[in-house]
Nanobody, 118 residues
Framework: QVQVVESGGGLVQPGGSLNLSCAAS????????IRWYRQAPGKEREKVAT????????DYGASMKDRFTISKDNAKDSYYLQMNSLKTDSAALYLC???????????WGQGTQVTVSR
């Protein structure tokens, strides 16, 4: 059974930083993508960044690249989203999406909540 688990969210003040983690397990395909999305109440789900299983950063959502960095730790086989200079509009549920190859299924985690407030 494929599992995707996010962690690292929390409450941070404006201008602060958080490093979100995503760990996926239970799958057999070797090549895939990991995408971070975020969804704030009343807003559409928004893509944050994409990285391949071979650690190639594929893209960032609009206005994300300056303050967000997606990466992979090969030793831990985990993926990260480093978020700096957080703004109040960065607050959202951040979701990790494991994208199977060749147009296969997407596997989603439950998300980790990020709150930006004084």
């Amino acid at each position: 059974q494929v599992q995707v688990v996010e962690s690292g969210g929390g409450l941070v003040q404006p201008g602060g930083s958080l490093n979100l983690s995503c760990a996926a397990s239970g799958f057999t395909f070797n090549a895939y993508f990991i995408r971070w999305y975020r969804q704030a109440p009343g807003k559409e789900r928004e893509k944050v960044a994409t990285i391949s299983s071979s650690s190639i950063v594929m893209d960032y959502g609009a206005s994300m690249k300056d303050r967000f960095t997606i990466s992979k730790d090969n030793a831990k086989d985990s993926y990260y989203l480093q978020m700096n200079s957080l703004k109040t509009d960065s607050a959202a549920l951040y979701l990790c999406d494991l994208c199977a190859p060749f147009g296969g299924h997407d596997y989603w985690g439950q998300g980790t909540q990020v709150t930006v407030s004084r």
